[in-house]
């Protein structure tokens, strides 16, 4: 179903300020936001507006109880055209994580037009940089003015852009976290509400005093099995075999992660979805088994661990393995976003010209 989408283009673009040798990562926004308002009944006043602050009671419920969801995808630029990749999984994870906060799913038509549209009108800010790319960010919060405790009423969803560069320049350092937990079982930390993120940054404020660059969290259980790191999938190469957590209640479905585990089937590795302790990854390095460790996100794309600390001990992989696995996975991964290889997989979505000026 084609939607009725207003556009009020910005009359003071910020395009001739933007350096796409100079852009880092999200702090650059594009000239445009798309906007939808739920008012309890039906999505509606679909628009695409110049990116502006937005206004809200001091009573906005989100602000108090926390009914508040995201997603991360991106835009790639080749071969003279805009591509997404994968945008649909993002519409139904984007779902799943508004099932479980109680809050109205968004139709794929009303996503997709929306995204397609906005990419399109601030097509001319997709970087075309190695490594660079657009960083999409849809989020829907809970709008109603009261205090109290129930499910909003009104929502209003935003998707906005920055061109961005790597996330991450060089191979990390990851803590074992064995007391604070990212999630629970029950709990939400399969949906990406933004509790979880914020729910997340003392144990990593902790580690990064400590020296390290992120947590990898194990289950909250035990604190023996791993589960992900802050904003990642993990996985290790152990041996001949590839391994990685298999998914729960706990853990972010990653569409990067979902992704690798495909491509590396494709290069003729078979993976392993399953639970992976702590105590055998320090097994495995001790008898030399313990190859490589890589973790994969929209906005890292694909890393290299350099290696992990536990019990005050740190475990070098990389001074003893090799990247060789990783580097390949992210070789192909790369050159599928940005036309270089086949896309056998058919994930990128190419972006029609119709509102925006030739990239």
Same mark, same amino acid.
């Given at each position: 179903?084609?939607?009725?989408?207003?556009?009020?283009?910005?009359?003071?673009?910020?395009?001739?300020?933007?350096?796409?040798?100079?852009?880092?990562?999200?702090?650059?926004?594009?000239?445009?936001?798309?906007?939808?308002?739920?008012?309890?009944?039906?999505?509606?006043?679909?628009?695409?507006?110049?990116?502006?602050?937005?206004?809200?009671?001091?009573?906005?419920?989100?602000?108090?109880?926390?009914?508040?969801?995201?997603?991360?995808?991106?835009?790639?630029?080749?071969?003279?055209?805009?591509?997404?990749?994968?945008?649909?999984?993002?519409?139904?994870?984007?779902?799943?994580?508004?099932?479980?906060?109680?809050? +109205?799913?968004?139709?794929?038509?009303?996503?997709?037009?929306?995204?397609?549209?906005?990419?399109?009108?601030?097509?001319?800010?997709?970087?075309?940089?190695?490594?660079?790319?657009?960083?999409?960010? +849809?989020?829907?919060?809970?709008?109603?003015?009261?205090?109290?405790?129930?499910?909003?009423?009104?929502?209003?969803?935003?998707?906005?852009?920055?061109?961005?560069?790597?996330?991450?320049?060089?191979?990390?350092?990851?803590?074992?976290?064995?007391?604070?937990?990212?999630?629970?079982?029950?709990?939400?930390?399969?949906?990406?509400?933004?509790?979880?993120?914020?729910?997340?940054?003392?144990?990593?404020?902790?580690?990064?005093?400590?020296?390290?660059?992120?947590?990898?969290?194990?289950?909250?259980?035990?604190?023996?099995?791993?589960?992900?790191?802050?904003?990642?999938?993990?996985?290790?190469?152990?041996?001949?075999?590839?391994?990685? +957590?298999?998914?729960?209640?706990?853990?972010?479905?990653?569409?990067?992660?979902?992704?690798?585990?495909?491509?590396?089937?494709?290069?003729?590795?078979?993976?392993?979805?399953?639970?992976?302790?702590?105590?055998?990854?320090?097994?495995?390095?001790?008898?030399?088994?313990?190859?490589?460790?890589?973790?994969?996100?929209?906005?890292?794309?694909?890393?290299?661990?350099?290696?992990?600390?536990?019990?005050?001990?740190?475990?070098?992989?990389?001074?003893?393995?090799?990247?060789?696995?990783?580097?390949?996975?992210?070789?192909?991964?790369?050159?599928?976003?940005?036309?270089?290889?086949?896309?056998?997989?058919?994930?990128?979505?190419?972006?029609?010209?119709?509102?925006?000026?030739?990239?």
């Amino acid at each position: 179903m084609a939607h009725k989408i207003n556009i009020y283009k910005t009359q003071n673009s910020r395009l001739a300020e933007f350096d796409p040798h100079n852009i880092g990562f999200g702090k650059i926004f594009t000239d445009h936001m798309f906007v939808a308002d739920y008012d309890g009944k039906n999505w509606t006043d679909l628009r695409i507006e110049p990116y502006s602050q937005i206004q809200l009671s001091p009573a906005t419920s989100a602000l108090h109880y926390g009914q508040a969801i995201f997603e991360g995808m991106k835009a790639f630029s080749a071969s003279g055209e805009v591509w997404l990749f994968r945008p649909k999984e993002n519409w139904k994870r984007l779902n799943t994580s508004a099932k479980r906060m109680v809050m +109205p799913e968004l139709p794929e038509d009303i996503f997709m037009q929306g995204l397609t549209a906005l990419v399109d009108i601030d097509r001319q800010w997709v970087p075309g940089t190695d490594g660079s790319s657009l960083y999409i960010r +849809p989020f829907m919060f809970a709008t109603d003015e009261h205090v109290g405790v129930r499910p909003s009423e009104k929502y209003k969803f935003i998707i906005f852009c920055c061109p961005v560069g790597p996330y991450y320049n060089n191979p990390l350092r990851v803590k074992v976290e064995e007391h604070y937990s990212r999630s629970a079982p029950g709990g939400t930390g399969f949906a990406k509400c933004s509790g979880n993120y914020g729910g997340s940054l003392f144990a990593t404020k902790k580690a990064q005093e400590e020296g390290f660059d992120q947590v990898l969290w194990t289950d909250p259980v035990t604190h023996e099995f791993v589960e992900e790191t802050g904003t990642t999938n993990f996985f290790a190469v152990i041996g001949k075999n590839i391994v990685t +957590p298999d998914l729960s209640e706990n853990l972010l479905a990653g569409i990067t992660r979902d992704s690798a585990i495909k491509l590396l089937n494709h290069m003729g590795y078979e993976v392993e979805e399953r639970p992976l302790s702590i105590l055998e990854l320090k097994k495995e390095f001790h008898n030399g088994n313990l190859k490589e460790l890589f973790i994969t996100g929209t906005a890292a794309t694909l890393i290299n661990l350099v290696g992990f600390g536990h019990n005050h001990h740190f475990f070098d992989v990389m001074a003893q393995g090799d990247t060789s696995i990783s580097s390949s996975l992210k070789s192909l991964l790369d050159g599928i976003r940005y036309g270089q290889s086949e896309d056998v997989f058919g994930w990128m979505q190419k972006v029609e010209q119709e509102l925006g000026e030739p990239a």
